[in-house]
Structures are given as C-alpha cells and as structure tokens.
C-alpha cells in the first residue's frame, strides 16, 4: 500500500510566558525546581518522548533545573474513586514542596490542575501539553496558565484514506471508553458530516474494550472497510496495550487499511495518516 507520512506542527495556544532575562540564577548553586505532572504512565510510548524533550529543552536552556516527574496513570484507572485519591496522595505528597513552574501533559492532568492547582501549588505558573480539543473557555477564570495544543488532524487523514481507497464505503472505529477516546470521537464527529453521505461510519465501544474482541470484528470487516484509530485498547486480560502493540494486532487481524494520526503508528501496521 501507499504510504501517506505528512506532518503538521502543534498549534500553540495561547504564546507562551517569555523566559526571564534575570542571569542571577545561573550560577552554579541555584536550580530551578520543576514538576511533571503525566496523565498516564511510564513507559507508555507517548509519555517517553515527551520526557525526552523535556530534558532536552531545559539542558539546552543554559539553567540548571531538577526535574521531578510524577505519573498519575489515569490511562488505566479514571474513575472519581481514583481522581480523589490522587488529591489526598498529593495533598500529602507536596505538602511544603515548592515548585517554580508545573508542566502538565495530556487532557487528564491539565484538567486536574485546573480544579486544584490553586490548594496544591498556589501561585505556581501552569505549562500544558499535549491538550486534545482545546476551547478558549478552559482558561476562564485561571491565572499562569499557558501551554501548547494537541491538534490532531483528522480531517486530512480522513479526505487521504478514501482518496486512496475510493471503494470504501464504511468507516469503522474502536473505543474503549477512556477520556483519550472520548476527545478524539469529539474531533471525528466534527469531520463526519464531510462523509456521511458516502459512506457509513461504525463505533465499536465498550468500556475496557479488550483486543480479543476488537480482532474478532475486523476478521469479518468486509473489504470496503477501512480502519481509523484514535484509542488503543486492552489485552484479554484487562491489562492496557502499548498504542504500537494495538495497532499491530489490529492490523494483523484482517486484510483492510487502518488508518492514525500519531506517528508512534508509523512501522506498527497502519497505511499512514496526517501525523
């Protein structure tokens, strides 16, 4: 098949705070004291780069900082239950801690801080990435919050796909429920009424979608199917798969394109995308 590799950079909204100009914390014994807050969890693919880009920003700063990162895996576990544990942890976790600026990453996160970083970090300056269907109204009200947007495009990965592949008349998407999920159908509902008339598209969801299940439908895909991912999904034993391992046994199971819109996709069985 026809590899389609495109790329497009991040949307950043809104510009972030310009670094200050002060030299007096360059010298060897002061160090900026960052936080990481993850949404997910280490080794997780997407989480790594991020990590790894990071680290590499602030050595290439000239300032020394010691970064602390702290993953709060809500890729597996995102219930209320959960999320109010996690502020009692916190809340005892950076009791006296100070921190010169948070980074969050991902949807989850970024919400979090929203609703507590003035009880957890009061005062402290808020870096989002990695932001799914960012509205300007998340920001109401909220004072140090800048960061850079997640824009995924599906719109263009969409219009590639059938133009590769114009016999396909059914359009078929995997969900396990998940708040990654639930953003990324958010974004495709905006792009079906392009196709709708053409073509048909189908929502195979169900909370902690397992990959048995998954592999088990496309085998009966009919071949004017085509396959978007936009989530990853769960090993049969409950247990959440890497977004390279999902794409790989899914495309594995039948004979028609898949298709993402990440590029951690890239080499794992899908035809390409806008990534």
Not at 101 to 118: C, E, G, P, Y
Not at 146 to 154: L, Q, Y
Not at 166 to 172: H, I, N
């Amino acid at each position: 098949m026809l590899l389609v590799f495109l790329c497009l950079p991040a949307a950043i909204v809104p510009p972030p705070v310009a670094a200050s100009t002060d030299t007096a914390c360059r010298a060897p014994s002061c160090r900026h004291n960052v936080l990481v807050l993850h949404s997910y969890h280490h080794g997780f693919s997407w989480d790594d780069e991020i990590d790894r880009g990071i680290v590499a920003g602030f050595d290439g700063s000239g300032r020394r900082s010691d970064i602390r990162f702290e993953y709060m895996d809500t890729k597996r576990h995102h219930d209320d239950t959960y999320r109010q544990r996690l502020l009692d942890l916190y809340r005892c976790k950076f009791a006296g801690d100070s921190f010169d600026v948070v980074i969050t990453v991902d949807n989850n996160a970024f919400d979090f801080l929203r609703r507590q970083r003035d009880e957890l970090f009061p005062g402290t300056p808020v870096v989002f990435c990695g932001v799914n269907n960012f509205q300007d109204d998340m920001l109401t009200g909220l004072e140090g919050f800048t960061g850079v947007v997640e824009k995924v495009d599906i719109r263009s990965t969409l219009s590639a796909a059938v133009r590769l592949h114009p016999e396909t008349a059914r359009v078929v998407v995997y969900g396990d429920g998940s708040p990654t999920y639930r953003a990324n159908r958010d974004l495709l509902e905006q792009v079906i009424p392009d196709h709708v008339t053409t073509r048909k598209f189908e929502f195979f969801e169900r909370p902690g979608l397992q990959i048995d299940a998954v592999r088990a439908h496309v085998r009966d895909l009919s071949a004017n199917s085509l396959i978007l991912l936009i989530t990853t999904v769960r090993d049969h034993n409950g247990r959440l798969l890497s977004f390279e391992d999902s794409a790989a046994l899914i495309a594995a199971a039948g004979t028609v394109p898949v298709y993402g819109c990440w590029d951690f996709f890239l080499g794992h069985g899908i035809v390409g995308g806008m990534l």
